[in-house]
């Protein structure tokens, strides 16, 4: 009985360390049965569809990927259709395994713009950035200098989860950046905020980690318009590293003081 456990146990874990860590289906799916019944009904509208019944995305090389995002990417007008062809591209593996896209949330309209790394578990459910456990902290965090969701925008490099929460791979991450420069172009903020080590290497092009970065002013270049930016711990980390709490507090107050100058300009 103690063995079984045991090997139910390693089941378990295989699963979650290859991203199956939540139940989508009511009824298990075969994946090595051979061949298809073809007298077996396909999922409709109206029944649920597992991630192993998604289309898989269409095959194509990563210079043809980036080369597609970035077309649709400048093409699109407003945030609408933005949400639209990021909906409609299929060439990014993530989409496949992902539940929902998750594009941002609050103001569109706000001054100051956050953006993380990539969705969670929550937000893959929720199709919300920052909806989780460490969401609830930035929330607080951003609550602490007077701003929330309806005066601030939220989004993430990456629009779909990695499974497994695992950290995106560069070709994924290459591959999302046209749509989420995009995104910062149409909301247009007057300061962007970078939380965590991995967006503020891609969004700023610097390879120093998220201690080095943090607390420092860089400029973010938007299509020639000069957008100050400033790296900040993500709330994950700071659940697993709460001394760390004191210097994302400094940070924040610089970002405060910065938004001041702002409004008072």
């Known amino acids: ?89 299929e060439l990014c593996p993530l989409k496949a395994t992902a539940s929902k896209m998750v594009f941002g949330d609050g103001n569109p309209s706000a001054s100051i713009m956050f953006v993380g790394e990539a969705p969670g578990a929550d937000e893959d459910r929720q199709g919300l950035p920052f909806v989780g456990v460490s969401g609830q902290l930035l929330d607080r965090m951003i609550g602490s200098i007077g701003l929330d969701r309806n005066k601030a925008y939220i989004t993430n490099v990456l629009p779909w989860r990695p499974p497994g929460n695992r950290k995106p791979t560069p070709a994924e991450t ?31 092009s610097i390879k120093e980690g998220i201690t080095r970065s943090r607390g420092r002013w860089f400029d973010y270049d938007d299509n020639g318009r000069v957008v100050p930016t400033m790296a900040m711990f993500h709330p994950a980390y700071l659940l697993r590293s709460p001394a760390l709490k004191r210097d994302a507090w400094n940070d924040l107050l610089t970002i405060r003081a910065r938004l001041r100058e702002l409004s008072d300009a």
């Open 1 to 89: 009985m103690v063995h079984e456990m045991h090997s139910a146990r390693e089941v378990l874990q295989w699963h979650l360390d290859n991203g199956v860590d939540e139940t989508i289906g009511e009824v298990p799916v075969d994946q090595f049965a051979a061949g298809v019944d073809a007298k077996k009904p396909r999922p409709t509208a109206a029944s649920p569809t597992t991630n192993s019944q998604k289309a898989r995305p269409v095959l194509a090389s990563s210079d043809e990927a980036v080369q597609l995002a970035e077309k649709l990417a400048r093409d699109a007008a407003d945030l609408d259709a933005l949400r639209a062809v990021m909906n409609s591209f």
């Open 174 to 204: 290459v591959m999302c950046l046209p749509f989420i420069r995009r995104h910062i172009a149409l909301v247009a903020p007057d300061i962007l905020v970078c939380v965590g080590g991995t967006s503020a290497q891609n969004l700023l």
